[in-house]
């Protein structure tokens, strides 16, 4: 008798709808999807490509000093985006370029930190942001970030009000090899003692630079949580509708009251780290191949071709991807280097003796290098 496998998925890899006995639970939770939101996750998905892609001919062609691909984790990114509520709270890394996009991001302000003309990206507490924490480079640490805020939330009484507009969770970002950082257990601690109302999203994507998931953990990673006291599910992160249900249903329950939770979406960088990385020195051919097959945007469009999705609809969705490309092209080429004087700015929300003597430093150094000229 075949071992029941433990991975949530909805989606088989030639895109059949066929739940797997670990998927059952969580079908209610696309009873509220119809066509048309099914189709938006494609688009979504196609663009979010499109634009990873762009982004790193931008960078090869010398626009921008760096940048971390997304290719191969549109589903885990989308899935999990849309799931969330208005009112959610989501801290990302500096890859979750898709769900970026579906918060309302202006993603020229993602190209404006890889290109070095902005110092944050952009006002996380703009409403135009959707409650979108800015990307953090420093591995692991949004966790604790995200952890937090979820303690804030439950002490300001935003959790199990019954209010579906007012009850509030958050969503954190993080990757495999950020599980060996001291950070996520920390936060793993504080999220468990104090039972905040979160969910810890992990893109198992396989590869921490060029070190395997299977050289940091003997065991599967979502078991981890579960040794903090945290309810932790694997997911097909390659299957865009296992990454919505299980996010939903478990911000759901991190709203009510219920505690913090764990989602491993397993998923495959299919490019580089960074733009910096060659990932043909450690990836085998092999293990490439067997993952491009289990593309998520392909695997979904032959899930919608099932459901009567034609031609024309795809044809609409590339067209769509590439102006959105074309116009980041354009908005990229005309960025222009910021004045100096904006590394005082947003440092502190009010006037500050510090900063302004800085400045003050500042204006009196340059007007020297002017006047000695």
Not at 167 to 193: C, I, P, R, W
Not at 232 to 245: E, F, K, P, R, T
Request: proline content about 5%; some cysteine; overall charge negative.
């Amino acid at each position: 008798m075949a071992e029941k496998s433990p991975t949530v998925q909805f989606l088989s890899i030639d895109g059949e709808f066929a739940p797997n006995e670990a998927a059952e639970e969580y079908l209610p939770y696309l009873d509220e999807l119809g066509d048309d939101d099914h189709r938006q996750f494609y688009r979504d998905m196609a663009i979010t490509r499109r634009f990873d892609e762009e982004c790193t001919n931008l960078q090869r062609q010398g626009h921008m000093g760096l940048w971390p691909p997304s290719h191969g984790q549109e589903a885990a990114q989308i899935g999990s985006g849309r799931a969330a509520r208005p009112q959610d709270v989501l801290f990302p890394t500096y890859r979750e370029h898709g769900v970026a996009l579906v918060r309302g991001v202006d993603i020229l302000d993602i190209v404006r930190v890889m290109r070095g003309t902005s110092l944050g990206g952009w006002d996380a507490t703009d409403p135009k942001n959707n409650n979108f924490r800015n990307y953090t480079l420093v591995i692991g640490s949004q966790t604790l970030h995200a952890t937090g805020y979820a303690m804030g939330v439950g002490l300001d009484g935003l959790v199990g009000t019954g209010d579906v507009e007012a009850d509030t969770a958050v969503l954190t970002f993080f990757g495999d090899g950020s599980t060996s950082q001291g950070d996520v257990s920390e936060a793993f601690v504080f999220a468990a003692s104090n039972q905040t109302p979160q969910v810890f999203f992990l893109q198992n994507n396989h590869w921490a630079i060029s070190v395997p998931v299977s050289t940091q953990s003997r065991i599967p990673l979502y078991l981890r949580a579960q040794g903090f006291g945290i309810p932790s599910v694997q997911i097909d992160g390659n299957d865009v509708l296992a990454s919505y249900a299980a996010t939903r249903r478990h911000l759901d329950e991190a709203r009510s009251g219920q505690g913090p939770a764990m989602i491993e979406a397993l998923t495959y960088r299919i490019g580089a780290h960074t733009t910096s990385d060659d990932p043909s020195r450690y990836q085998t051919p092999e293990q490439l191949a067997y993952w491009v097959a289990r593309d998520p945007i392909k695997r979904f469009e032959a899930f919608l071709r099932s459901r009567g999705a034609d031609d024309a609809f795809f044809a609409e969705a590339a067209v769509e991807a590439n102006d959105f490309a074309a116009d980041l092209r354009h908005g990229t080429l005309a960025l222009q280097v910021p004045p100096l004087s904006s590394i005082f700015e947003n440092v502190y929300a009010e006037p500050h003796p510090v900063t302004a003597e800085q400045r003050a430093w500042l204006d009196a150094y340059e007007l020297s290098l002017r006047e000695g000229a």
